[in-house]
C-alpha cells in the first residue's frame, strides 16, 4: 500500500527576507521568497505568494500539506524583546512601543493568518530560529554527519550555534545569546560606514580589500572579548541597538574618532579600512568557533547557515585553513533559509521522515538552489506578443551561442532561464552576464546597468572543468559563497602608485587592470567564484562553454538580475523592464531573444529610480 | 503580482496561456489552474478523435464552467466525467466571457472534435456581456483594470454579424471609449467599484450576519426578478443570447444539452427564475436543444447546504456547489450520451 506523500511548508516571516519552502518526503521541491514577487526588497510581510509559489511547484492542495512550520518560536522572541526592554530602561521604551503592536499582530496571529491564506486548519508548528538554521544546513547538505555552525545578529536569544548533525538528528551543544552577536557587530561596523543594516553588510566585505585592518585591534581591545574556542562578549557600553533601532552609540563614535558615515555620501579609506578591520575580526571568530567545534565534535564536515555565512571571504580562508575536510554552506543562509530549514525540522523531527540519499555521492539536496517559479515558453510568447515586442525563437543550442557571441563582443546581456534562485545570490537563472576579459565592463555593469557603488566587484561564474585554470580554489563552489585567490599566472603587476595622491579615491584602484580577467579580480586578487557543471544547470553551463569556444576562456562576469535596491527579476516583464531601463544590449527569457537595438521606445510610466530604496 | 493566466487571441479575444500550470490565491485558500495546449482549462488535450472506448462530452461556458475558485478536479465538468469511468469532458469554459465569446470557442477549437453531445452552460448573466464590444480587464504588466476589446455579434436583417475580428490588442483609453460609444462593462464595475455601492454591500454583508435569510426573504417576497432581459423575450440581450445560442445549436454535430447556470440568488429562491426557465425552455424547443433546469434539483437541498454554494465574497461556486451542480446535471447527461451513441452507430 502506498503512503501519502508527507509534504511540509516551512514559512519565515515579520523580521526581513519572508520565504516559504516546500520538503516532500525529506526531500526540498520548492523554496522562494516574498520579496521576488512583492517587488519590495528584503520584504518582511507574511509570505503569501511564496506560498502560493510552492503549492503551485508541487501543484498540491492546501490540505495536503501535513502541516506548516514557522522558522522561530515567537514567545521565546517575545521573552527576549521584554527582558530587554526591561533592560535597556526608559531609553528604549518608545521605538518598542512603537514596534511591539504590529509584532504582537503577526507573530502571535500566525496561525490565523496560515488560515486565512490556505483556507484550511492544518497542523501549525514553531521550530526555533537557529534550529531552522541549522536544519538548512545539514539536511540539504552532502554529508552523512557534520558540524553546524550557524551565526547571524539574533534568534529568538540565540546569536550563535555550535551544532552537529547526523543520522540521530540534530544536537546543539553550545550557543551565545543575545546580546552578544558577532552578526550583529559586523551589523554595527555597516550601518556605522553608512550602509543598511541587513543588506549593506555584503558591500562592507566588498569595501574590506581596499583598506588595511587598522582598528583590528582596537575592535578587539573595546568591543569584543573573543576567546580562544570563539566564544565572546560584546561590550555593550558601545552599542545602542538593544535599546532601538540604531546600532551604535557616542562611545562607538568617539572610539573610531567621528560620526557615521552619511549615507550615499563618499566612501573615504577610513570606511575601507574600518570594513578591513572588523572582516578581519569576523574572521578570526568564525576560525576560532571552527577550531572549537571540530574539537568537540570530531567531524570531518562542516556545514554552516546564518547571515554570518554569507561572508564568503570568511568562508574562503575557512577552506583553506582545513580545519574541516569539508564545507558546505546553504545559499540561503539569511533569514530565507530559515524557512526551508524549518520545513527540515517539522519533516525530520516531527514528522519523522527519514533523509533521502543525496543524488550522487558528494552532491548535495539543494538542487542547484534553483527552487523557485519557473516561466514556460508559452507564459514568456503570450507577453512578448500581447506587447509586440520583437524576438528571435531559439532553441536551447542557439541560446547557448547566441548568448557567448554578444558576450564575446563585449555585450551585456540579461539572461532568465528556468526556476528563479533561492538565495541571495544570481546563479545563471536570473543573472546579467558579461566579458570578464574587459576593462570596462565592471564600470559599465556598475554605473550604467546597476546604477550602484563603482567600487562593488563582480564574481565570476566558471566551468567546474575550468576552474583550476583561473582560481585557487580546490573544491566546487556552485553557490557563489566561497572567494578564492586569483591564480598567480594570470594577475598582471598594478602600478604602486595607483590612487597615491588621493587615499580616497577608490575609483584609481578599481580602474587598475590586475589579471587577465579584470572585471572579476577584486583588489585583493581575490574572486567570488561560483562554479558551474552541466547537472543542475545544463543551460548556464552551455553558455560558458561556448564563450569558451569563442574566447579560450570558460567564464563570465555574473551579477544578479537587477538594479540597485530591487529585488532580483522574477516574471519576464520584470526582466523586460529591467532590461529597457538600464545598458544592457540583450535579453534573453527562455528561448526567446531580444536586441535593444530592434525595442520599441519604452515609455516608462513609473518613476523607477525613485521606486526602489536604495539598499 | 501572481503569473498572467490569459493571453490574447485573435478569435475569443483572450484565452488561458496554452500548458499553463499555476495556482491563484483567493478567499476559498487558492486553487490550481492547469490548462492543455488550446488553451483551456482542461487536464485533456483537445485531440480530434475521442479516446477508444470512451465518450466525449464538449463543455462551454464562463468562469462558473472553467471553475474560478476551485482546483481543476473538484468542477462540475470533472466530477461529472468522474462519475462515468468512459467518459471524456472536454471544458472549454472561458472566464469574463459572454456567449458570444463561448460560440467562438466552439468554432475555432471544438466545431471538428469527434464529441458525442455538447452541454452549453451560460451562466444567466451572460446575457449582458453580449452586448459588450469592450470589458474592463487586469493588466497583465500592472495590475490596474485596462479597457480592452471583445468579439461581438450585431443583429442584422436578422442575421449574426461578427465584429472586432481579428480582435483589437491595444488598450482602449477611458476618455477615448466613452467618446466612441462603445458598450462595456466600465460603468457596472465602476458602480459596483464605487464607495457607496461597497458600504451598501458591507451593510448588507453584516445584514447577513446578523439576520441571516432577511434580505433574501425580503427579496422572495417582492418577487424580484433578475436579469430583467429575461422577462421580455425582445429584450436586446434576451435576443443577442437567442440568436447565438440558436446558431450554435444548429451547426453543432451532436445532440446540444442546454443548461443555464443560475446565480445562488437563483438558487436559493432568492430571485425569481421563471423568465430565465420561460426563455430558455422556448429557446429549446425550437432549436431541438435540450434544455436542462438544474433549479429543481439545486432548491431540494436544505438552506444551510445551498448558503454554501458560494464563497463568502466570490459569487463563483465553491467545491460543494461545484459537487451539486455535477449531481444536478448528471442525470441528463447520462441520457443524452447512449442516444448519442445511438446516433454515432
Known sequence: MSQRPVYVLGISAFYHDSAAALVCDGQVVAAAQEERFTRKKHDPRFPVHAINACL????????????????????????????????????????????????????????????????????????????????????????????????????????TTLAEGDADGLRVHQEIRF??????????????CGFRVNSGEYKLMGLAPYGEPIYAERIRDHLIDLREDGSYELAMDHFAFVAGETMTNDLFHGLFEGPPRERESRIRKKDADLAASIQAVTEEAVLCMARHLRKHTGCRNLVMAGGVALNCVANGKLLREGIFEKLWIQPAAGDAGGALGAAYVGSHVYFDVPRVDAPAPGRDRQRGSYLGPAYSNEEVRSFLDLHDLPYEVVSDDERARETASALATGQVVGYMVGRTEFG????????????????????????????????????????LEASGEFFDLEIESPYMLLVAPVKEEIRLPVASDAGAEDEDNLIAQVNQKRSSLPAITHVDYSARVQTVDGVDKPDYHAVIREFQELTGVGCVVNSSFNVRGEPMVLSPWDAYKCFMRTDMDVLVVENFLLRKTEQPKFEDHENWQEEYELD | MGRNLFEHHPILGYRFVPGLRARVRHEGGGYLVRCNQAGFRCDHEAKRERPSGQRRLLLFGDSFTAG?????????????????????????????????????????????????????????ENVRRNLDTHRLTQSATNGQLVLRAKPYFTLEDGGLQLHHQPVPKNVVAKSEFEEAGHVSNLRQVETVASPLRTRWRALGAELDTRLPGVRGFSRRLRGVRWPMDYEDPRSPGWKMMAAILE?????????????????????????????????????????????????????????????????????????????????????AVAEVLPRAKRVAA
Open chain 2, 68 to 124: 474560478e475558485g476551485v482546483s481543476n478536479r473538484f468542477r462540475f465538468g470533472d466530477l461529472l466525467e468522474a462519475r462515468a469511468p468512459d467518459l471524456q469532458v472536454l471544458n472549454f469554459g472561458l472566464p469574463g466571457s459572454g456567449t458570444d465569446q463561448q460560440y467562438l470557442a466552439y468554432r475555432e477549437f471544438a466545431r471538428k472534435l469527434e464529441a458525442d453531445a455538447l452541454l452549453l452552460c451560460p451562466m444567466v
Open chain 1, 179 to 192: 546580546p552578544h552577536s558577532l552578526g550583529l557587530l559586523y551589523s554595527a561596523f555597516t550601518q556605522y
Open chain 1, 56 to 159: 503551485e511547484a508541487a501543484e498540491i492542495e492546501a490540505e495536503e500539506l501535513a502541516g506548516a512550520v514557522f522558522y522561530e518560536n515567537p514567545l521565546l522572541s517575545l521573552d527576549r524583546i521584554l527582558r530587554s526592554v526591561a533592560g535597556a530602561g526608559e531609553a528604549a521604551l518608545p521605538s518598542w512601543l512603537e514596534g511591539l503592536p504590529g509584532w504582537l499582530r503577526t507573530k502571535l496571529f500566525f496561525e490565523e493568518l496560515l488560515r486565512e491564506e490556505l483556507g484550511q486548519e492544518i497542523p501549525v508548528l514553531y521550530s526555533e530560529h537557529h534550529l531552522s538554521h541549522a536544519a538548512s544546513a545539514f539536511y540539504p547538505s552532502p554529508y552523512d554527519e557534520a558540524a553546524i555552525l550557524t551565526i547571524d545578529g539574533v534568534g529568538e536569544w540565540a546569536t
Open chain 1, 424 to 463: 541571495p545570490r544570481s546563479l545563471g537563472a536570473r543573472s546579467i552576464l558579461g566579458d570578464p576579459r574587459s576593462t570596462e565592463t565592471q564600470s559599465v555593469m556598475n554605473l550604467k546597468i546597476k546604477f550602484r557603488e563603482s567600487f562593488r566587484p563582480f564574481a565570476p561564474s566558471v566551468l
Open chain 2, 247 to 331: 446558431r450554435w445549436i444548429t451547426e453543432a454535430q451532436a445532440p446540444v444539452l442546454l443548461a443555464p447556470l443560475p446565480t445562488t440568488d437563483h438558487v436559493m429562491g432568492d430571485l425569481v427564475a421563471e423568465g430565465i426557465h420561460a426563455r430558455f425552455a422556448e429557446l429549446a424547443e425550437r432549436s431541438g436543444a435540450q434544455f436542462v433546469d438544474v433549479l429543481p434539483a439545486l432548491r431540494s437541498e436544505p438552506r444551510n447546504v445551498l448558503r454554501r454554494f458560494r464563497f463568502a465574497k466570490d459569487d463563483h461556486p465553491t467545491r460543494l456547489g461545484h459537487g451539486l451542480l455535477a449531481a444536478a446535471l448528471s442525470e
